[in-house]
């Protein structure tokens, strides 16, 4: 079974700890990787990729010294590695075009402006991690517990992934 | 954080099975082992690798299946390089005087003798013994100076006609895979059109809203779809169902525990109700076809219907005990909205169809496995099945199961099963008794291994304790069957033991020990009322 990481990428260390706080009930099955600017960020992803293991959600602030984080996500989308990672923009000060950019070419999944309500954002990284573990993932069950249990019932339900043995 | 080191055990785990597997494949090629044939040591070669792969899992275990298909063909097939061509030895008996004969010693085994029926078969004879030494004297009867009689007893081919390929290929195609595969297409029809969901609603509703009948609800539902669809697909259906009940109950409460448990253990349960339920029965009834002993559709079910019922009660009532609910009512949200597509209409009738036909197989006796073709040929020709459905059927459960009985097979007809059993006096024991250690020993090892699996490596030694009589008066083929087949799938104490226990265990809601509590309480009374009823109320439904 590989490790599924969850990478958060924000450059302002207390706002990174509030993110890592409210995931936190998610950290036990999907250990989370924390990185300052992009260039960190990419020095994680390419650690993880060596291990053999994945990241199925990056948590990105936009504005950042260096690579902005909607560029990251773009760079991140041409890697096929990352090209899976379900990708939150996680920022209050992204304008509408850099935002158009990361739909249309870091193809998105979502948007969350700060500031941010806990709860909403617990459960759009749960709902997100659901999709990585059922699109990606043929052994869905290490990670049921923390993730969204209909949704996944209802894939091996489908899917017939398991069989009577 | 996993790190080289935490998978180095998954890999060693691997390297250990395959080795071990390896050395028993090889050991009784190199081994000789007393009153067991050329091919049966070949036979044992591929049930020690087989047993060990299936229980290491160093390969998935369908693949061991298909292994274990290609060595018979190779090794144990008339075509095969070792048969193939191969003929019994043959010397003619010089009469000394009257029913006194003159043989070659390495054509006396004992005081047995093979006679030379044709090229590759023999029949074994006892004879009396006057005289040993390069040439032997012997008294018989049986035989005449134009008798043929096998030159040398240790031939491969005494004790041993090779069957040929197509029939170890055969196994896909008998009639429980096909019964199989029509029951298949049905659920995948089922999950398709959310059939299953909506009866699922429909037959919930009387239930009401107090907590114990929505248990109880749950379980006859569970055990009801799991007789017809896969325990597992059913299980994961009706997760769905109870999660949210789950959700209205607060952490603590032991509740919760129940709910997500209680449809797991009827999943696993309503599995034993019909003869499609669950791979084990199929090992079960391929196994007595071979023998001439069919248990039709309909039979199968008043044979185990009442044992399941009274297993749902049993677990029903230990759950209430372990876990009592402090809520009063719950809202339950059951809305059934029926496909009314064309092709979900087919699919309904089909599905009506065949089960009738299933049900009264005793009445119109049309075998089961003719009546599944219904739903296979009708589901594609109707468009309600498409081809990716086809595709997607779980066909490695089918191929496991046909390994099953093509090995089942090769320990039959080379004495290897009764080789195995023979070392015991069991006509010492009363049948009671055999039937517990039959019963606790499949239920032990398919608490650890593949139900499957087990019926497959217990199963061919009931049937050769059967077939060769050693196993004393009053040993009911079909009994003894049945109690493995029953014990196979009752073993619901670990997330291992089944796969609708890993996906109930998977949610969180429950904690192993919860779960072993409730296994062992089944197991208990499980292999107690098997007893009950396979010396009470069995052998009324069997003659």
Redesign the interface.
Known sequence: M??IYILCVEDEPEVLDVVVRDLSELEEVF?IEMAVNAEEAWDIIKEIKQ?G?KIGLAVCDHVMPGQKGVELMIEMQKDPFTQRTRKLLLTGQAGLDATIEAVNKAKLNRYISKPWDPVELLRIARDELTTFVIEQEKDM??Y???LD??RI??A?????T???? | MSTKKDRLPEWTKTAVGLVLGGIGFILPLIVQFDGLTFAGHLALGIFLMAAVFWMLEPIPIYSTSMLVILLQVILLSTQGPLFKDSSLPQTQPIEISEHVWQLPATALDGTTIHLRKRATVSEALEVEVLERGEMVIVRSENINAASSIVADYRHKLVGYEPVSYTRFFGTLASPIIILFLGGFMLAAGAVKYNLDKNITNVLLKPFGTKPMFIVLGLMLVTATLSAFMSNTATTAMMMTVAIPIAMQVSKEDKFRIMLALCIPIAANIGGMATPIGTPPNAIVIAALNAQGLGIAFGSWMAIMVPLVILLLLAAWGTMRVLFPPTVETFKLKLESAFDRSGKAIMLYILFGMTVLLWVTEAQHGIPSGMVAFLPIAGLTVTSVLSKEDVRSLPWEVLWLVAGGIALGISMENTGLAIWLVSTISWDMFPQLVLLLVFGFVALMLSNFLSNTVTATLLIPLAISMGTSGIAGEGFSLVITSLVIGAGCNMAMLLPISTPPNAIAMSTGFIKTPDMVKVGFVIGIVGILSVLAFAALYWPLMID
Do not use: N, W
Not at chain 1, 156 to 160: E, L, Q
Not at chain 1, 162 to 165: T, V
């Open positions: 590989s490790q250990p291990r293991d069950l290490p049921m517990a923390v249990i209909e019932q209802e091996i339900r489908t899917k017939g398991i069989s009577d043995y």
